[in-house]
Each structure stands twice: as structure tokens, then as C-alpha cells.
């Protein structure tokens, strides 16, 4: 389909002359421009004077921005401690009293953990030694850690970071409470002999 089209192609290329002659020399003038180029390299140029100018302006440029930033950083550090002394605007903290063993949360608080902590004995004695005393171990970590926050939650009382850590070892506390309580028996097989 294409060979008719493909040979006229062909033919018309082969007509086309190899060599086209250009109107006019244009070698001198690629000679002269190079001749002159030549002559400019050789010359101490002032280009070259220009360039060390422009690099001397380059690295004082840097230096002079170096210096002014060091100074502002070093100017805002000494003002930064004024600002610490400003009692930032936050929202309001709803802050609960915080005591371990329910003393200081309220009386719901305690009776509800009274009466899981029912359940979970309950629950805790019919477990197997090896997961009864795992989970001994993981409460009274939590215990140990609820303590310990409280303590330094008294030497600190407005720190809310540590109020929010006491209110989350409680929660944690409460979960395995009621996680160990919640737990169904492991079904009792009989073997037959």
C-alpha cells in the first residue's frame, strides 16, 4: 500500500544535488571571528577583574547575613524568658482531684471500683497460676505507677500533664480491672479413663 508512495519519495530524494554550494565565502568570516576571539583570550580581560569583584560581594554578602542572623537569634533568646514569665491565654483545664483508691474522685468512682474490684478478685482466683500472677504483676505495675504520679502530681499540682497521666493510669487500671473481670471461664473438659 505504501511501496507506490514510498518509491515517488525516493526518486524525488535521488534528484535532490549532494552539495549545495553557498552564495557567498563565509569562511573568511568564521576565520576573522576567530582571530578575534583568539586576540581577546590573549588580553588580560576585564571581565576577569569583574569576576573576583562579584565573588569579594558574594562572601561578603554571606557574612553580612551570617552576622545579622546571629545577632537576631541571639537577641530573641534574651527576650524569650520575658516572654516565659507571661502566663500564656490557654482554655480553661476541667482539672479532677486526683487521689489514688478512690479517695478524692468522688463517691460513683468508688463505688464503681469497689465493685469491680469484686469482680475481678472473683474472676482472678479461678485464672491459672502463671496468667493469675502475670496479671498480679501488671496491676500492681499500674498501682506502683498511680502512686508515683500522684506523688509528684502533690509536689506539682497545676501540672496538667501530669494530671492527665494520673487520669490515664487510672484508666488503665480500671481496664484490666474490668477486661479480668469481664473474662469468661475457660471451659471445664472431663476426661474419661
Known sequence: MNAPHQDSLDQALAKLPRDVQPRRDLWQGIRSELG????LESRPSRSS???WYQMAAAVLLVIASSLTTYVLMRESNVQEPALADQEPSRPALTV???SFAGQGLGQDYAQARASLDQQFEA??????GPAREKVQRNLADIRKAAHEIADTLAQHPNDPLLQELLLSTYQSELRLLADVAQMTP???TRVDL
Open 186 to 188: 475457660a471451659p471445664v
Open 123 to 128: 474472676r482472678l482466683a479461678s485464672l491459672p
Open 96 to 98: 479532677m482531684p486526683a
Open 49 to 51: 577583574g569583574m569576576r
Open 36 to 39: 578575534s576571539a583568539q586576540t
